[in-house]
């Protein structure tokens, strides 16, 4: 193999990725999907961290108390941002109707310490924003109340738990285990599944184009030209996951161990696109290849996140920084398994180069 | 042939030809595959997915306290002496000592806390539904009811404040008739043991398992839960949603844009065109196999999960959707990367168009836009109205119909052979559908066309912008959707001059821009009343429609803007195109924000 030929049919893919304009098809996929993780963010920010929008922070909410005095009236005083109105049903739900409160709870005359529970009706406004704001409020009232009545009827019980006291944190942070947990590993394997996948038209459009004969009449042979394309795809993989890491960092988002992460990237991304090049090899043929791969591509995966210390899971743990240095062993491992892959598919790839390079199946 | 004789040709020959390439090698290794994912499945649900396993890290003095933690894997923890544990505390998110729980001050520190408080109340749940007198450790059930109120989208516009801010003591009066309620029982309907089975099943639960649940509704609960079990509707469903009815869809059309590619690499498709058969019946023919397998599919996966028949009703507009996009695309893409790239793009675009708005499906009306949201809706027994389904499948339907015709009148052969770039290439797409008798007509036409998809676009953007603060929603919202206006009026002018080069006179010009402007006003005014008055009602409705007030006003908005574009056209060539799009977009902007400050004030 003579790497100046590996260069040259690497370099001629990546010119016609760019002059075909599909790199800006990829960049402008995943800033778009950017954005809507970041819709998704605040949308589900607003819906359960109330308190982390200015706007519903300040606000304070009517809510209409029919029925008999219990000590849910106590937990209600505990709270601003929650007014307690007593009334009779009726009206209370017609107000709710017209939004004049934002909630009914209805209170049956159950003494505390009955021997059935003690059934609450809450209403809420369907199909609404205001409701899930709403609830999570008043959901911590009402546990409140259930903690109380676990007190009153504490003789009954048999096993009690260990205690724990929280400190009060204030905002809960909803959105961490999103973030590192699921968004950040995603964006930075997006661009190993693009690669792979592009590695896959890149071989079989040669075989469907019939254009591996004019390609194969230069000096460069059959497995240079798999390389070369091998190694087009496989080097817009770091550089696109590199710009990922960048981007959140500078929406605030910081990420620890960006280096290790590229390693990681890299050689998870090596191995898609072996995979994918050695499905190519086999089916030259477009439909048949990306749906066998695409099949594949899910097995691994699941495959890889049912395993503790899986790659994608390294990726989350270096990113909070909480790796250790177990994280290297991980990546010798794929990396190990990366390189068997390769010397395999340049083995089927010499083999095809040899006995039938343009044959078309 | 008559036209039915000959789209069933085509359809079994699609069929038998789709076979035999597929068949042989692909077929034996697929089923090895499904085999695979099966196997590799139940190994997932039995190991669990590890994805987020020791992100925090946890200090406890206390063996008792670590075991409640134990199960959850995204805890690493540490058993330290108490002394030990505080020197050495800023190593761990969170640590606890002798029953007191310290957590960082840092986003982790804070999620780690939300975590563990999490995992508190289940282990003291668990130890609760353990007690033989099950309501001394529940004693609290809530009946969650919901009211339906008329209000809907006025009242809750993007972050102000929803509805009900009470700052009075006094208690309000509803404005309208009280209806007289009766007062639910004071005791719970359902035996000791249906709640015990039930808390009981709610040890196992997972995300999954939630979804099931909505399926398999009629849980012996009644809708009774606990405290702790009170959650807003999560999102989560609509996500397994897309994975299960969305992702079939969109692999089955795949097939469809690659059978259509496939037509055109080395000009395989030349012995179909010149077939005595109409493009039409060539399209109707190929898409017929698929659009059968993708309803098939779905049936398939209703009758699985055991939901209604009816929730193949939304599906429909969207099956013809992805098959539209998937022949234009195809007809479209110079090479198969191409092809891959344009098609992961599109289908992330539309999976967010259906995906987005359902996760607010039980929480805001902008859900219906989507038509999976009427598919969750019929999932959770509620059902859907002929207007509701009208409302959220009209677009779908008018934009797959105008693909499918811009598809058909270019199933020529200069068309779908040649080697041009992706852009030029659709804007022949475009100028095809231009006549060269009647220009002007096919101009009005066009515009009228292109509503659908702009109204589209302008709903994705309302579903982004709709919950960012008012008035920089607002704003964004005015300036991107007077920019999809400009570009969606000005493409037939731009596709036209690019293609014949003497078209573009002042003249024709003139005539052009009045006639698209004509054009716009009617397809506007045609789909929104038949569709979305629940948006038009809103303030965004007011952004997005202001122009159906006054129909003159508009109308020279229009022509203005298409004016502005076609001047810079003439007079710069392609390359002032994007300029005169800037300048059309900012005097478009400038009208809207004039009328809407104009009606605020």
Redesign the interface.
Same mark, same amino acid.
Request: glycine fraction near 8%.
């Given at each position: 193999m003579n790497a100046r030929h590996i260069g040259i049919v690497a370099k001629k893919e990546l010119l016609g990725l760019s002059a075909e304009k599909t790199i800006v098809f990829a960049i402008l996929l995943q800033v778009f999907i950017a954005m809507f993780s970041s819709f998704l963010m605040v949308g589900l920010t607003a819906m359960y961290d109330p308190e982390a929008l200015e706007g519903y922070s300040t606000a304070t909410y009517g809510v209409g108390y029919a029925g008999a005095d219990s000590a849910l009236i106590d937990e209600f005083e505990k709270r601003d941002d929650l007014i307690l109105h007593r009334m009779d049903l009726s009206p209370a739900l017609a107000a709710l109707r017209d939004r004049k409160i934002a909630a009914v709870v209805y209170v049956p005359d159950t003494p505390p310490d009955a021997e059935g529970p003690v059934a609450i009706t809450l209403y809420l406004v369907q199909n609404d924003l205001q409701s899930s704001v709403i609830n999570v409020k008043i959901k911590e009232v009402l546990q409140g109340y259930e903690r109380e009545l676990r007190e009153v009827r504490a003789d009954r019980m048999t096993a009690f738990p260990v205690g724990l006291n929280f400190p009060d944190a204030g905002d809960a942070e909803s959105f961490y285990e999103f973030v590192y947990g699921l968004l950040i590993p995603l964006l930075v394997l997006l661009p190993a599944i693009v690669s792979a996948a592009l590695i896959i038209d890149l071989i079989t459009e040669e075989y469907q184009r019939q254009t591996l004969d004019t390609l194969l009449s230069t000096p460069i042979t059959f497995t240079e030209m798999v390389a070369g394309k091998i190694a087009a795809c496989f080097a817009i993989v770091p550089v696109q996951a590199g710009a990922w890491i960048l981007l959140l960092e500078l929406n605030g988002i910081a990420v620890a161990n960006a280096v290790p992460i590229l390693l990681h990237v890299s050689a998870a991304g090596l191995f898609l696109i072996l995979l994918g090049a050695a499905i190519a090899l086999h089916y030259r043929e477009r439909t048949s290849a990306q749906f066998v791969f695409s099949t594949g591509l899910v097995v691994v995966f699941l495959l890889a996140m049912a395993i503790p210390y899986n790659p994608l899971n390294i990726v989350v743990r270096l990113a909070v920084g909480t790796a250790g240095p177990v994280h290297w062993l991980i990546l010798l491992l794929v990396s190990g398994a990366t390189a068997l892959l390769a010397f395999a598919v340049a083995a089927y790839g010499r083999r095809v180069g040899k006995i039938s390079p343009t044959a078309v199946r | 042939m008559s036209l039915a004789s000959s789209i069933r040709t085509i359809a079994v020959w699609e069929m038998n030809r789709?076979m035999t390439?597929?068949g042989r090698?692909?077929l034996p290794? !697929?089923a090895g595959?499904?085999v +695979?994912?099966v196997l590799?499945?139940a190994?997932?649900a039995?190991?669990?997915?590890?994805?987020?396993?020791?992100?925090?890290?946890i200090g406890i003095d206390?063996p008792?306290?670590a075991r409640?933690v134990d199960a959850d894997?995204?805890f690493?923890v540490e058993t330290v002496s108490g002394p030990a544990l505080w020197n050495n505390r800023f190593a761990y998110d969170i640590v606890?000592i002798r029953?007191?729980?310290? !957590?960082a001050d840092t986003?982790?520190g804070?999620?780690a806390?939300?975590?563990?408080?999490r995992d508190?109340e289940g282990?003291?749940s668990r130890?609760?539904a353990?007690?033989?007198?099950l309501?001394?450790?529940?004693?609290?059930?809530?009946?969650? $009811?919901?009211?339906? &109120?008329e209000?809907?989208f006025l009242?809750?516009q993007s972050?102000?404040?929803?509805? !009900? #801010?009470?700052?009075a003591? $006094?208690? #309000?009066?509803? *404005?309208?008739?009280?209806?007289?309620?009766t007062? #639910?029982? *004071?005791?719970?309907p359902v035996h000791e043991e249906d709640l015990r089975q039930h808390l009981a099943g709610m040890e196992k639960q997972n995300p999954l398992s939630r979804y099931t649940g909505i399926v398999s509704s009629g849980s012996a609960t009644d809708g009774?839960r606990? #405290?702790?079990e009170?959650?807003?509707?999560l999102?989560y469903d609509a996500l397994i949603l897309v994975f299960v009815f969305i992702f079939p869809l969109y @692999?089955t059309s795949? %097939?469809f844009m690659?059978?259509v590619m496939?037509e055109r690499?080395?000009r395989a498709g030349e012995a179909l065109l010149a077939a005595p058969v109409r493009p039409a019946a060539i399209i109707v023919g190929k898409a017929i196999p698929y659009f059968a397998i993708m309803l098939l599919v779905s049936a398939a996966i209703t009758f699985f999960i055991g939901a209604p028949l009816t929730i193949l009703l939304p599906l429909i507009p969207v099956i013809l959707f992805f098959l539209s996009s998937a022949l234009i695309i195809g007809m479209a893409a110079?090479? @198969?990367? $191409? +092809? &891959? @790239?344009?098609s992961? %793009?599109f289908s992330?675009?539309a999976t &967010?168009y259906l995906f %987005?708005p359902t996760?607010?499906a039980?929480?805001?009306?902008v859900s219906l836009i989507s038509p999976l949201t009427l598919v969750i809706l019929e999932l959770q027994g509620e059902g859907f109205t002929a207007a509701g389904y009208v409302y959220s499948t009209a677009l779908f339907f008018a934009t797959s119909a105008v693909l499918f015709y811009a598809g058909t009148i270019n199933f020529r052969e200069e068309r779908l052979f040649s080697e041009k *770039?992706?852009t030029s290439r659709l804007m022949d797409f475009v100028a095809g559908a231009i006549s060269r008798d009647r220009p002007h007509f096919s101009l009005f036409l066009l515009a009228a066309f292109t509503i659908p998809f702009v109204f589209m676009a302008q709903m994705m953007l309302l579903? +982004?912008f709709f919950?960012?603060?008012m008035p920089l929603s607002l704003v964004l919202l005015t300036v991107s959707a007077a920019f999809i206006e400009e570009v969606a009026k000005s493409v037939g002018l731009y596709a036209v001059a690019g293609e014949r080069p003497g078209f573009l006179t002042p003249k024709n010009l003139l005539v052009g821009a009045a006639a698209i402007g004509f054009g716009f006003l009617a397809g506007e005014k045609l789909l929104l009343f038949a569709t979305l008055s629940q948006i038009t009602e809103s303030i965004f409705g007011s952004v997005l429609f202001l122009s159906l007030q006054v129909l003159w006003m508009p109308l020279l908005l229009h022509i203005a803007g298409v004016l502005i574009t076609g001047t810079f056209l003439l007079a710069g060539g392609k390359r002032a195109y994007v300029p005169g799009l800037v300048v059309a977009s900012v005097v478009h902007s400038l009208y809207n924000l004039h009328f809407l400050l104009g009606g605020l004030v």
């Open positions: - | 789709s390439t597929m090698g692909v290794l !697929a595959l499904l +695979l994912l590799v499945t190994f997932a039995e190991s669990g997915i590890h994805m987020q396993d020791g992100i925090y890290r206390d008792d306290v409640i894997t995204r690493t606890v029953g007191e729980v310290y !957590a986003g982790k804070r999620a806390l939300t975590a563990l408080k508190y282990y003291v130890i609760a353990g007690e033989p007198d309501f001394a450790g529940y004693p609290l059930w809530i009946d969650l $009811e919901y009211v339906k &109120s209000i809907d009242a809750t972050g102000q404040q929803v509805g !009900a #801010p009470a700052n003591r $006094e208690p #309000p009066v509803p *404005s309208g008739p009280v209806e007289a309620v007062l #639910p029982p *004071s005791t719970v009774l606990t #405290p702790s009170l959650s807003p509707p999102p @692999f795949q %097939f690659m059978s496939n690499v080395g110079r090479s @198969f990367k $191409e +092809l &891959s @790239f344009v992961i %793009f992330t675009l &967010s %987005f996760v607010f039980n929480t805001h009306v *770039s992706l579903v +982004l919950n960012i603060p």
